[in-house]
């Protein structure tokens, strides 16, 4: 098993857990995004806080990457793919044209999220469908809101899940993490300028942390 990606099974689903923070469904061959919120920064720039540039390259570069490893045909995003209204900058929008220049030929679908209602669908340009949650699929229900779905096994995003390891307030590590319950999974939020919110889990629930090109299973 390569440290890059660690397989997993969800509701009778194998799954590869992939460090850049997204899943891959090798029997639809399907790349799981959550949470790229592409164009956060910019959105953030023109309210006049001083944040990194370039974070929507690198989260195209590594969905490239992704899907290049993966070989994957198709990519559901779910939820959240534009951070706001003020994403569709002329930047960001020919970034992402050109990306979809590149990719032609792959299914792009969107499950709607939170912030999707108030950025709007992504241009129609990019061929991307988009449909509200849940999306049913080979025993999965993909949201973007985590919520138990009957009959299916959700994986969801949203809360931007990661771990605190560590003892000391000074000597502590925030990581990004895939979260997995009884009947929800929490993917990691992908997009590169997004936060953790550090979570708790309860017994019998798996966490696997990304830590740099790295997925490793948290002991229980």
Known sequence: MRGAEVSAEVGGV???LLA??????????TLLVADAHIGKAVSF???GVPV?????????DRLSSCIRSTGARRVIFLGDFLHSVRARGVATLDALAHWR???ADLELLLVRGNHDGHAGDPPSSLGMQCVDEPLLMHGLALCHHPQTVAGA????????????LGGRANDRLRLPCFHFGRDVGVLPAFGAFTGLHA????????V??????????LPA
Do not use: C, K, M, S
């Open 20 to 29: 850049q923070r997204a899943a891959y469904l090798p029997q639809q061959a």
């Open 153 to 164: 096994y959700v994986l969801a995003g949203h809360l931007h899940p990661g771990v605190v």
């Open 101 to 103: 220049e590149q990719h």
């Open 45 to 47: 720039r023109r309210l």
């Open 199 to 206: 979570i708790r889990p309860l017994p019998g629930e798996r």
């Open 14 to 16: 194998g799954l590869q």
């Open 208 to 217: 696997f942390v990304v830590a740099g090109d790295a997925v490793r299973a």
């Open 52 to 60: 990194p540039q370039g974070t929507t390259g690198e989260n195209l």
